[in-house]
């Protein structure tokens, strides 16, 4: 991941990584350019899903059928039983 000074522009270094949660990190970076010599602190967080995880796709099931109509229930499982 290429991280950027916001003072001057140039590349900067990940010096250490403050791992808060999954979904948030305290990047420590400093400034490659030694005329500048800014240090600063960047935040890496999760922003949203564009896939689910494969490793959920029972629990979404699961929620999806809670929230249908009981006939609607029915019928997926008239469907269901063709396979
Ligand atoms: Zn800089």
Do not use: W
Request: proline share 5%.
């Amino acid at each position: 991941m290429r991280v950027f000074c916001p003072e001057c522009g140039e590349k900067a270094r990940i010096q250490k990584t403050n791992r808060i949660s999954t979904s948030y990190a305290d990047l420590y970076c400093s400034c490659s350019d030694p005329e500048c010599g800014h240090s600063f602190v960047m935040n890496l967080s999760f922003s949203h899903t564009l896939s689910p995880s494969a490793k959920n796709t029972n629990e979404l099931v699961t929620a999806l059928v809670k929230a249908l109509p009981h006939e609607k229930v029915k019928e997926i499982h008239s469907q269901l039983a063709m396979f």
